[in-house]
């Protein structure tokens, strides 16, 4: 049973829920920071009890899921996952979401380190399509939701070249531009 749940969350969290065999673009940096910050603005207005509706999330990953990646939320007060395009990682504790490669904890790295502008870490993940034990890169972002003290938005997207050091300079610059 633990590990068809694992299974399944990992089946989950990388995407595979999507529908298959539709050919996606990929998001850039820039569109996964606008998004998000777009996202955290909703969640900020809507409030996280809000969003805690099946009808609700449902609406809002119409506008929130898109080309490759979509938005993620959790709690790091309550170091649980919050909302999620799959009902079965809400609830989940953070502490289960970490890389396949060095166990790094991604979500409570997230937690320890919030910036206000938000900032991009690094981890290996399986992909979609891909045998389970082919770990590829993905980078992801979180940025807080204003308004509602620990809790963060985040997404994330496959990339073997992007520079999270370069990124989390320009994150800066774009946090300031909007």
């Known amino acids: 049973m633990k590990k068809a749940l694992v299974i399944l969350f990992t089946l989950i969290c990388t995407g595979s829920y999507l529908s298959p065999g539709l050919a996606q673009d990929s998001a850039t940096p820039r569109e996964v920071f606008d998004k998000l910050s777009q996202a955290a603005q909703a969640i900020s207005t809507m409030g996280i009890d809000a969003m805690k509706d099946p009808a609700t999330q449902k609406e809002f990953y119409t506008e929130f899921a898109w080309k490759d990646t979509y938005i993620v939320v959790h709690s790091c007060v309550e170091k649980k996952n919050i909302v999620h395009p799959s009902s079965q990682v809400v609830g989940l504790g953070i502490e289960k979401v970490a890389c396949k490669k060095t166990g790094k904890q991604i979500l409570n790295d997230f937690c320890a380190n919030q910036t206000p502008e938000g900032y991009w870490v690094e981890y290996w993940w399986t992909k979609?399509?891909?045998?389970?034990?082919?770990?590829?890169?993905?980078?992801m972002i979180a940025i807080p939701i204003p308004g509602i003290p620990g809790v963060q938005a985040g997404a994330g997207i496959y990339s073997e070249d992007l520079s999270v050091e370069e990124l989390n300079k320009q994150v800066v610059e774009w946090a300031v531009s909007q």
């Open 128 to 139: 979609p399509g891909e045998p389970d034990d082919q770990l590829f890169r993905k980078i």
